[in-house]
């Protein structure tokens, strides 16, 4: 059993839960133990005792810490990208790639820690001096998700460290194993006991936990929208900072002058690469009429030539689902577009293949309706929509028709509708001739409307959220 990290303990429990492989079920990578009650109450009360000391640590001792860390999941990426992609299932060069990009966070962190500045003001009154500071939060609660099992862990726990703030990790169930190992670098890397802790196991009871605790000041939690609600109303009545990331329904238009190469690898690379299983997916594809069934000769072809398979098998192009909670919704999305009258242009099938897994074909959905289930509501999955527009204006229209805000993209050689979309699009990040996923660590991340709320993650922006401001008059 790989156990819990309290206080600098390293604690085991009476329950394990097995980390299961998606690409072949009878491979259990291992066991890891699952956090209690007691387990949370002492990993809240050891951030607790820690914050203090942390928060008044010098700038140097954090920046050698995300170091330490950073270095260290640099040289091992290519054993966490292979662990990466046995529990989650994304193929082993996007696996690898994503636990370069955690080093290369701890790394950007490091460096934040030596440049974390103030602001010193005239006061209105004479004789007087204003300094703006910026002070850590106190104990952060981190709430991870199945989909980025080393990103996104890194994209919180990083910044909370680097602000001076303690740490109370509590990875998804389905994906402890890159957050275990994560964490096990960090119990080397020379930060004092307490200040960072994990806690593996469901969200029911740990989460929970968390979320009743008054001592959690700020609370960072990437996932669906419904726990997100949960989430929120917790925060609330502790008065606490919170920082949620949701879903998405990110819409990628493509208008008639769009090189139909790009277009076609951005709505493929958007809409099946990780599965679909990145709320960044390009799900809703809005095609102006003039290239519209070019557009979907293309992408029918290249979606039916992706190779679906076993993760770790280097001829696999796309991996498997999830589990099978997450296979049967994809499934339950599939019918629901069926039934309302979508034309199943690609995929639409289970796969088999020769391990026992949750594979799916890639899905493309052509002549879609914006009010159709499948295009309101976030499937999570490798399924992707065309919806038909007649003219840019149009395509803008349908683009914001969705109560998500996370990415839009478009893909034009016009200036001007590039330009004209960048303002409009309804979303916190917006891309052209790209995919609608895939983004830097070092910059600001984070969507509008039901996507995303609280201050935006990543780069130096991170300390919007991990810090509060503090304002001190002084008289001389
Ligand atoms: C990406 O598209 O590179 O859960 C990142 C997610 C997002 C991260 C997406 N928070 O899918």
């Known amino acids: ?114 440049r974390l500045g103030g602001q010193v003001l005239p006061s209105t009154r004479p004789g007087v001096g204003v300094e703006l500071t910026r002070e850590p939060v106190g104990p952060v609660g981190i709430i991870t998700p199945w989909n980025f099992p080393i990103a996104i862990p890194a994209w919180k726990v990083a910044p909370a460290l680097c602000y001076g703030n303690s740490v109370i990790l509590k990875p998804a169930e389905l994906v402890p194993g890159c957050a275990w190992v994560m964490a096990e670098i960090i119990s080397r890397s020379g930060l004092p006991d307490g200040v960072f802790n994990l806690l593996t196991g469901p969200g029911r009871v740990a989460g929970a936990a968390m979320l009743d605790a008054p001592a959690i000041r700020a609370l960072s939690f990437t996932g669906s929208v419904g726990t997100g609600k949960v989430v929120a109303e917790a925060c609330l009545r502790h008065n606490r900072k919170m920082q949620l990331e949701m879903g998405g329904k990110n819409p990628l238009v493509i208008l008639n002058d769009a090189d139909l190469e790009t277009a076609t690898d951005a709505a493929l690379n958007g809409a099946f690469f990780s599965t679909g299983q990145r709320c960044t997916a390009s799900s809703r594809l809005i095609v102006e009429e003039g290239i519209h069934n070019r557009f979907v000769e293309m992408l029918t072809e290249k979606t039916r030539a992706l190779r679906v398979g076993p993760a770790l098998d280097p001829q696999t192009q796309m991996g498997p689902v999830v589990d099978q909670t997450q296979l049967d919704q994809d499934v339950g999305f599939i019918e629901s577009a069926r039934k309302d009258g979508a034309n199943l242009r690609a995929g639409g099938n289970l796969k088999r293949c020769d391990t026992p897994g949750f594979f799916l074909e890639p899905t493309l959905f052509t002549d879609t ?98 810090t509060t401001v503090k304002t001190a008059y002084i008289q001389s």
């Open 1 to 114: 059993m790989k156990p819990l990290l309290i206080n600098g303990q390293w604690i085991e429990t009476s329950h394990a839960v097995p980390n299961i492989n998606p690409s072949d079920t009878n491979d259990v990578i291992d066991s890891y133990a699952e956090a209690g009650m007691a387990e949370a109450e002492l990993a809240i009360a050891a951030a607790q005792n820690a914050f203090d000391d942390w928060a008044h640590s010098p700038v140097q001792q954090r920046h050698d810490v995300l170091k330490f860390i950073g270095d260290e999941l640099m040289q091992r990426k290519d054993e966490i990208g292979r662990l990466l992609a046995r529990e989650e299932g994304k193929i082993l060069p996007e696996a690898i790639g994503e636990a370069e990009r955690a080093a290369r966070i701890f790394d950007f962190f490091a460096g934040e820690a030596l």
């Open 369 to 466: 309706a914006s009010d159709m289930r499948i295009n309101r509501e976030e499937v999570f999955g490798p399924v992707a929509t065309t919806i038909r527009a007649s003219d840019y204006d149009h395509a803008l229209a349908l683009a914001n028709d969705t109560e998500f805000g996370l990415t839009a993209g478009i893909c034009t050689i016009s200036l001007k509708h590039a330009t004209h979309f960048k303002r409009h699009a309804q979303a916190g990040m917006v891309m052209v001739n790209l995919p609608t996923a895939g983004v830097d660590y070092h910059v600001p991340f984070g969507g509008t409307k039901a996507s995303s709320y609280g201050p935006r993650e990543q780069g130096s922006y991170a300390a919007e959220f991990f």
